[in-house]
Every structure is written in C-alpha cells, then in structure tokens.
C-alpha cells in the first residue's frame, strides 16, 4: 500500500523531534554573542510546526540558572481541515511541551529569563533550547528571522499564466493573467499579483506586520479593518521573485482560478 508523505510527518507530531545541522549558529543578545556553535540540531517540540534551534550548553556564553514558573498562552491551530490541532509561531517559544527545566541565561547583557530550557530527553542530553524571539540569530553570516528553517520544508516558487480572479464581499479585487504560484509544503497554494492587477484604490494600508522564515518580513493591506492581502517589499534572496507582489488570504477572499472558485481553506489564517 503506497504511503502518502505528508501523513506521515503528521503522525510525528506528538512526538519530540530533532535533526542535526552542519551550520555554525550563533545567537545574540544586545549584539553580544551568547551561543556560538556547529554542533546545533533543529528541534520540534510535541505538537509544535516549526523547530528551535538547540545548542551544546558548553557552546554557550553565560550562566544557566533556574527561571521561575511562567504561564504562555497555547493558540492552538490546524493547518488544514481534518488535521489535528498543532502550536504556530502564535504561540510563544516560551511554551513549552515537553518535560525539562526552564532557565534562566544570565549574560554580561543582563538576564534572558526563562529563554533557555534543558529537556528531559536523554538523546538531547547536554543541550540546551533557546527560545528564538529572546535573541538575534545567525546561521553562518546571515541573519535569519521568525525561526530556524525547516530542514523537510520547501516553497518552491513557478511562473503561471492561470487567469486569477478576487472577490470580497462581491467587489473585485484583482483580477490577473500573470500570477506567480508558491507551493508551500503543509499549507495552501497561494497567488501572488502584480500590483498593476490589484486595485490598491480599495484597499488601505494596515499595521500588520509578520516575518517568514523562508521570505521575509511582510507588510499588510486591510479592507473595512480586515487584512486581507499582504507583500514582501525587500524579500530574503531566496524569495526574491516575490518582491513588490500581492498575495491575498484564500481564507478570506473568494478566489477564481481558471473559471472554478477555489474552497476557502482552512488555515491558522481563517476568520
């Protein structure tokens, strides 16, 4: 019986998970360095999406000490209907799944309480998780953002000619011949327009704004107080395709690709 891949990883997600990478990682705190290594591994917490990085205690700079108790909110999602719920980024990487003790680094910056956290695991013996959010971080000399980069995850980016079309609430919103398709792994294909086919005129400037691992930071616009569209004006180089294009929410917008409308998805991006 032929196995479909993406089901498989599903069934992982209760478990505790981690890859070794080959890259030197290094995190900072008030632009001093607090971890530098290159025996990091990639780490996934039950039921979390995307990994944190988790480096030898010996490669950090600074002293462990135990963090008092903290209560982070949980915002359970699903990335696709019928899928059990799971943690996005949305969910703080203070939140913790897995048994082990949460610590406290205390660097020549000051304390980064509660950022640091030493599972209970004997494979992860010897490591330490840092929570993403509570450094800066490179990978090699680059500076990354939202969180380490999924090893099994791919976006692969493709120049179509489907007719595209946009609706809110009846109104076109765009409507193009020249879309580029994102195929990202686990979540909906998305479209992304030439900023001619959209009618920006409808549409304002919201204050949104979010960071993806794989494309950068993204700024938003909203219609009556609901953001529904979003663009990467300077893209990570691996996204560079991207850059100055509209891409709207499927989850919120009627969508008609080739003269079939498109099901809204079920995403952590729903109304």
Do not use: N
């Amino acid at each position: 019986m032929a196995v479909q891949m993406f089901s498989q990883l599903v069934r992982l997600f209760d478990e505790l998970r981690y890859e070794p990478t080959g890259k030197r990682i290094r995190a900072l705190a008030d632009g001093h360095t607090v971890a530098d290594t290159t025996a990091a591994v990639v780490v996934w917490e039950p039921r979390r999406v995307v990994p944190v990085y988790a480096v030898p205690a010996a490669d950090l700079r600074g002293e462990l000490l135990p963090a008092p108790a903290v209560d982070v909110p949980h915002r359970p999602a699903r990335l696709r209907e019928g899928l059990p719920e799971v943690l996005t980024p949305s969910t703080g990487f203070g939140a913790h799944t897995t048994a082990g003790e949460a610590l406290t680094l205390r660097t020549t910056g000051g304390d980064r309480v509660g950022a640091a956290f030493r599972p209970a695991d004997p494979d992860l013996a010897g490591f330490v998780l840092l929570d993403f959010d509570a450094f800066d971080w490179l990978e090699e000399d680059d500076a990354i953002v939202a969180h380490p980069r999924d090893p099994f995850h791919r976006v692969d980016i493709r120049h179509g000619s489907r007719h595209v079309r946009v609706e809110r609430d009846g109104t076109v919103l765009a409507e193009s011949g020249r879309p580029v398709l994102v195929f990202e792994t686990s979540l909906p294909m998305r479209t992304y327009l030439p900023r001619d086919d959209v009618r920006i005129d409808l549409m304002e400037p919201s204050p949104t704004r979010t960071a993806c691992a794989y494309k950068g930071v993204a700024s938003y616009l909203a219609r009556s107080g609901t953001d529904l569209a979003w663009t990467y004006e300077s893209p990570l180089p691996d996204a560079h395709e991207l850059a100055g294009l509209l891409c709207f929410f499927d989850e919120r917008v009627d969508v008609t690709v080739d003269g079939e409308e498109r099901p809204r998805p079920v995403t952590p991006w729903s109304d």
